[in-house]
């Protein structure tokens, strides 16, 4: 079984930043890509960004494109979220998901389907 757990998240006020982390454990498996979600009170959970964990290329969603960063570390089994200029929208419970049986391209990239294992979740609240 693949373990994943977020660390990181909490209170900070707007135009701050945090770094989430993602760290994978369990059974030795092939990661293809890890990714980043949030679901805000209310709403549906959505994407937000996602690395490809032998090439290292990147996809965000269009709102944070500029502001967030994702990166990996291969010897931790571990992907980052790195925030930055955090906005009050940004609040939202920020959960990690590893893609590991299938290799995807275009829309299915950005899908919460796509998603083999998911972390607990660890709450990010911007103040404004």
């Known amino acids: 079984q693949v373990q994943l757990v977020e660390s990181g998240g909490g209170l900070v006020q707007a135009g701050g930043s945090l770094r989430l982390s993602c760290a994978a454990s369990?059974?030795?498996?092939?990661?293809?890509?890890m990714g980043w979600f949030r679901q805000a009170p209310g709403k549906e959970r959505e994407f937000v960004a996602v690395?490809?964990?032998?090439?290292?290329?990147?996809y965000y969603a269009d709102s944070v494109k500029g502001r967030f960063t994702i990166s990996k570390d291969n010897a931790k089994n571990t992907v980052y979220l790195q925030m930055n200029s955090l906005k009050p929208e940004d609040t939202a419970v920020y959960y990690c998901?590893?893609?590991?049986?299938?290799?995807?391209?275009?829309?299915?990239?950005?899908?919460?389907?796509?998603?083999?294992?998911w972390g607990q979740g660890t709450q990010v609240t911007v103040s404004s």
């Open positions: 369990g059974r030795t498996f092939t990661k293809n890509m």
């Open positions: 998901g590893a893609v590991v049986r299938t290799y995807y391209v275009g829309s299915a990239i950005y899908q919460e389907g796509s998603y083999d294992y």
């Open positions: 690395i490809r964990w032998s090439s290292g290329t990147t």
